[in-house]
């Protein structure tokens, strides 16, 4: 009887740390499919999970941060899901590639138009974004999860270095050092540039300097020819002359 309470105890304990520890691990999250560097561009997937046994999720809200503004945000297609974007006037302009941004995405809305994520599942919503800021070391997006039931949870409290997890934590993006001698998509379209330039004119000199092979090649034969041809013609005239002499 004694083992069997024990047993019951135990059993009873660990549910209740599970049940304590499940929220932690089931919350709205955001990571970079490969690296987000500062300064750069970036897919990133919102990764969503259902928490319900009785709804499902049927609509994604992601808040932009206002004090990190972001230019370029582009969704990826889903089916299942009808996307809006949302823009809003920045206090003050980006300037992005030489030009002045008065605009940025505020937020980033996914509505489902059939069942969205069920329960037991869940579902990434990916993004392009950039250009990421090169004076901070992380983003916080702050979410709003509506399930079929009607309920909103808000993942929107924003996480404190040296405090414990706030129940609902905001997603929060993690960036990376910027990448050495990469600044970003104009960069890169100058590096192609330059390098399309290079190879062009390397195709420019290898064509020139095999037309001027052709040509010195034409020239020696035909100098070649010219002399062939005149040993031909003196070869001719003396035989001429010793038969006439015969």
Do not use: C
């Not at 690296?35 to 046994?53: L, M, Q």
């Amino acid at each position: 009887m004694q083992a069997s309470r024990i047993v019951a105890a135990g059993a009873a304990a660990g549910v209740t740390v599970l049940a304590l520890s499940a929220p932690a691990f089931a919350h709205v999250s955001v990571q970079p499919e490969g690296t987000a560097a500062k300064g750069g561009y970036a897919v990133i997937d919102f990764k969503v999970p259902n928490e319900r046994d009785d709804a499902s999720t049927t609509k994604l809200e992601v808040n932009f941060p206002t004090d990190h503004p972001l230019a370029s945000v582009m969704p990826e297609p889903m089916p299942g899901w009808k996307i809006e974007v949302t823009k809003s006037k920045l206090d003050k302009p980006l300037e992005m590639h030489g030009e002045k941004i008065t605009e940025a995405v505020s937020k980033v809305t996914w509505t489902a138009d059939g069942k969205g994520i069920e329960p037991g599942y869940f579902e990434k919503f990916p993004l392009s974004v950039g250009q990421l800021p090169e004076d901070t070391d992380q983003l916080a997006f702050k979410a709003l999860q509506t399930y079929s039931n009607k309920e909103v949870v808000r993942w929107i409290e924003v996480p404190q270095k040296g405090k414990e997890e706030p129940d609902n934590p905001a997603p929060v993006l993690e960036l990376s050092a910027a990448e050495e001698g990469h600044h970003g998509a104009a960069a890169d379209d100058d590096a192609d540039a330059k390098s399309a330039e290079k190879a062009s004119a390397d195709t420019a000199a290898d064509d020139s300097a095999s037309s001027d092979g052709t040509d010195t090649t034409a020239r020696v034969l035909g100098i070649v020819g010219i002399v062939v041809g005149a040993a031909g013609v003196a070869y001719g005239v003396l035989a001429g002359r010793r038969r006439s002499n015969a």
